[in-house]
C-alpha cells in the first residue's frame, strides 16, 4: 500500500478525507494512516476509494485535451 500511496500522489491524487468527501477512517489505499484496523475495514487498504477512482479519472480525461 505505501508504494500506491506515493505513485497515486505523483498523479495528483490526495489523500481520503482531505477535500472529499471519502472517510479517512475507512481505511483505502489513499487513508492518511493504514494502522490499527482488525475489523471488516482491514481489506480496503488494498482497494481505493470512489474518490480516489474519480480523481484517477479526472487526471486521465484532462491529458486528453
Known amino acids: 500500500p505505501v508504494i500506491l500511496l506515493n505513485v497515486c500522489s505523483q498523479f495528483g491524487v490526495g489523500h ?17 494512516s493504514s494502522g490499527g484496523v482488525t475489523d471488516a475495514r482491514a481489506i480496503n487498504h488494498f482497494i481505493f476509494s470512489t474518490c480516489t477512482v474519480t480523481q484517477f479519472e479526472t487526471y486521465i480525461n484532462s491529458l486528453n485535451r
Open 16 to 32: 481520503d478525507g482531505e477535500g472529499n468527501s471519502c472517510l479517512a477512517d475507512d481505511k483505502y489505499v489513499m487513508s492518511p
